[in-house]
């Protein structure tokens, strides 16, 4: 009897040993981590997106530790950006403007006097949209958003409440129900062209993007950039291989156009996009690639090369290849190695959604746009571009004049 007594004990000795011995390993865990994640402290952290105690600067040098607890954040369980947050804030535009910096813009004479439009097509995840404008963001720009008709109702409600809020924001006139590599595609962007041009707003160049798409420039760099190409367009255009050519209609194109290839985004001129506006020519065009397969990969590289277009690329001349064009740096799986270093975030399709560690080869490469970026997948990458971009914006901007604008809610 003493002896099974002894045993008793002994093993609840150990069992208590052992829970003991946890909860104090559970303790250094948290206490070694408590790095990642900040806990909610206000309301104001509470409606804003979700911030990480991350050293951007260590992670912009490739830090092996802070880059190495960006990776930690990744294997743990993220907090994900609720929509619902950015619906509760918009409904609200005095604490939408206060809350996320739009109450305070000071814009430059160079910015003021070179307005950027932008055409935004986007189907989901609300707060990477408006991050996106916010990281864009000048008083002098306006911005078409063309939201997917088949659309989350809540993101829909998201995108009607930024241009609500924002006075120079707002949604396409024409919405579109957007099939992949289907002319809904092209249409979208189309659409948003046509009612930039009826804007009061005298833009000088319009650039498309979509919701998984973030600058690689602040607003002021990337007006210096526009003004270099002094007319000229800047998009991907080359010949068609064989396998791109299998897309085409049996038909020839009207007017004896030459056909090339290239990838939907753009950055245009206005006088060229008041010229497409109005051109039989690209009218005719348009209407023959609705027989095609992704015509947006090649609508807007051929046309580009039409006899007599404002800021012409000749036929005559070389390709100019995703690389050459300047308007979206995206890291595809088969160059790896080749072209690119290693993807740190993940590849979806082929595409790699961008990591932490990748933000210093992103700024450096020379590219005003990058794609893709997903909070889900890499919250810290879009998070150290914020801080890096705000940072080089205030390095430019204090060398000339300002004008900060007071925005007020709507009536």
């Keep these: 009897m003493n002896r099974r007594l002894r045993r008793l004990r002994k093993k609840l000795f150990l069992t208590l040993s052992l829970s003991v011995l946890t909860f104090c390993v559970l303790l250094l865990i948290v206490d070694k981590y408590k790095f990642i994640i900040e806990p909610f402290t206000s309301l104001e952290e509470y409606l804003m997106v979700q911030r990480y105690n991350i050293d951007c600067s260590a992670i912009y040098d490739r830090d092996p530790v802070e880059v190495g607890k960006s990776l930690l954040l990744r294997q743990n369980e993220t907090i994900k950006d609720k929509e619902i947050n950015l619906l509760n804030l918009v409904s609200n535009c005095s604490l939408f403007l206060r809350f996320r910096g739009y109450d305070q813009v000071c814009v430059s004479d160079k910015e003021k006097n070179f307005p950027i439009a932008y055409s935004l097509v986007v189907h989901k995840h609300a707060w990477m949209v408006e991050r ?8 002098s720009n306006i911005y078409c958003i063309h939201y997917d008709r088949k659309s989350l109702t809540r993101f829909i409600a998201a995108m009607e409440g930024l241009a609500h809020c924002l006075p120079n924001v707002f949604i396409a006139s024409k919405l579109e129900d957007v099939k992949y590599a289907g002319f809904s595609r092209l249409k979208a962007d189309l659409n948003c062209l046509s009612d930039l041009l009826q804007s009061e707003v005298k833009w000088k160049y319009v650039i498309n993007l979509c919701g998984q798409d973030f600058p690689l420039k602040p607003n002021i760099e990337l007006v210096s950039e526009l003004k270099k190409l002094n007319g000229a367009n800047m998009l991907e255009t080359r010949r068609p291989t064989m396998f791109k050519r299998s897309r085409f209609s049996r038909t020839p194109p009207p007017h ?34 609705k027989g095609t397969y992704s015509p947006d990969e090649h609508f807007w590289a051929t046309i580009v090369r039409l006899p007599g277009v404002p800021g012409e690329v000749p036929r005559s001349h070389p390709d100019i290849p995703e690389l050459m064009s300047k308007t979206r740096l995206v890291k595809w799986s088969l160059l790896e190695g080749s072209l690119y270093p290693p993807c740190t975030g993940v590849y979806v399709r082929g595409v790699c959604i961008y990591g932490a560690a990748e933000i210093n080869w992103l700024l450096n490469y020379g590219h005003w746009f990058a794609n893709k970026f997903d909070t889900n997948v890499d919250p810290i990458a879009v998070q150290c571009l914020e801080e890096t971009l705000e940072k080089r914006k205030n390095v430019f901007q ?13 009536l």
Excluded at 267 to 286: I, P, Q, Y
Excluded at 398 to 410: L, T
Aim: aromatic share 18%; charged share 15%.
């Design 256 to 289: 004896d156009i030459q056909l090339f290839i290239g990838s939907a985004y753009f950055v245009l001129s206005r006088e060229f996009v008041v010229f497409m506006n109005s051109s039989a020519v690209v009218k005719d065009f348009l209407a023959w690639t």
């Design 398 to 410: 204090p060398v000339a004049p300002q004008e900060c604008f007071n925005y007020h809610s709507p």
């Design 132 to 139: 996106l404008i916010r990281a864009t963001y000048s008083p």
